[in-house]
């Protein structure tokens, strides 16, 4: 399902005088998982809602496969079966009395028979593992369940790329696993998937590249890269990643350390005789 290729090109939006986006360009590796990094109010969700056709630029384009889309009705229903976004909030995506009537309002919207519609939910289902909640009435799930259910409303449209507006904001320990698994998930069914975070430590575990938003531009690479910046980090606004703080207080060089036992590991082969006396006097 990841077949079409998204990016945006000299984005621009603004509301009245705040020019919230000015010139950002990204081109989303397909098939992968990036996080989109930025502080508070720096333009995360502005930039995942112009991509996903909810807001339109007031300059440059938006592209599929090269091609820009067009803010207009014809072009936004093509553009919803390509990508889709899942807001931060479920409780402003969920509208249905239950779970299966909710999953299913895309789906049918499309025109579909009631058999494909049927399959898509019972597939958009099982890739979030919430088969069990099909009948469940919305207003009676946790936060974390309902998060999912918004998910699988996304999925079930089969888009190519699924936008996800700070999935783990707001979910405890296991909900963050339960998220993590979710989007291991659709990236098992060839969903590009990009998150947007403020959360530096998950993003660098997480994503295979990350997009940082500074003064309305998106700088796009190397997680370890780019959160190695003291300068970038600093313009936007967010923090090193203590692994890569620890990693250069221990003088061990940052490539390949992503998380705690990544760090570990390239402390030991920097210094295998203080791992072997580690493990003498264990
Ligand atoms: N619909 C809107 N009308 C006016 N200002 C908006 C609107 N949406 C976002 N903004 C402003 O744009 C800036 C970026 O917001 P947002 O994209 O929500 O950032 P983030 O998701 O990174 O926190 C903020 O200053 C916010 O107040
Ligand atoms: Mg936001």
């Known amino acids: 399902m990841s077949h079409r290729r998204l990016s945006a090109s000299a984005l621009a939006v603004s509301f009245g005088h705040r020019e919230v986006l000015r010139g950002a360009d990204l081109e989303i590796p397909r098939g992968k998982r990036l ?26 384009a938006v592209l599929v496969d090269g091609k820009p889309v067009t803010f207009d009705r014809a072009g936004l229903r093509t553009h919803r079966q390509v990508v889709q976004l899942v807001a931060q909030n479920p409780d402003d995506q969920l509208f249905a009395a239950d779970v299966f009537r909710d999953v299913s309002f895309g789906p049918l919207n499309l025109g579909l028979s009631e058999v494909e519609v049927r399959q898509r939910v019972a597939n958009a289902l099982a890739v979030l593992s919430i088969e069990d909640l099909a009948e469940r009435p919305i207003h009676e799930l946790s936060y974390g369940q309902r998060k999912r259910v918004a998910i699988a409303g996304a999925l079930a449209m089969e888009p190519c790329v699924m ?50 938003l500074v003064e309305g531009r998106v700088r796009h690479g190397s997680a370890t890269e780019l959160l190695s910046d003291p300068e970038l980090v600093s313009a936007a606004r967010l923090r090193q990643p203590l692994v890569l703080q620890a990693a250069r207080m221990l003088g061990v060089a940052p490539e390949g350390v992503t998380d705690i036992d990544t760090l570990v590991a390239a402390v030991q082969a920097q210094s295998p005789a203080r791992d072997s006396i580690a493990s003498r006097s264990a």
């Open 163 to 212: 936008l996800l507006d700070e999935p783990t904001a707001g979910l405890d320990p296991q909900g963050v696993d339960e998220m993590v698994a979710a989007l291991e998930s659709l990236l098992d069914a060839h969903t590009t998937v990009v998150i947007s975070t403020h959360d530096v430590e998950f993003a660098l575990s997480w994503a295979d590249s990350v997009a940082v």
């Open 35 to 60: 996080a989109l990094l930025g502080a508070n109010g720096s333009g995360k969700t502005t930039l995942l809602r112009t991509l996903a056709g909810s807001q339109k630029p007031t300059g440059g």
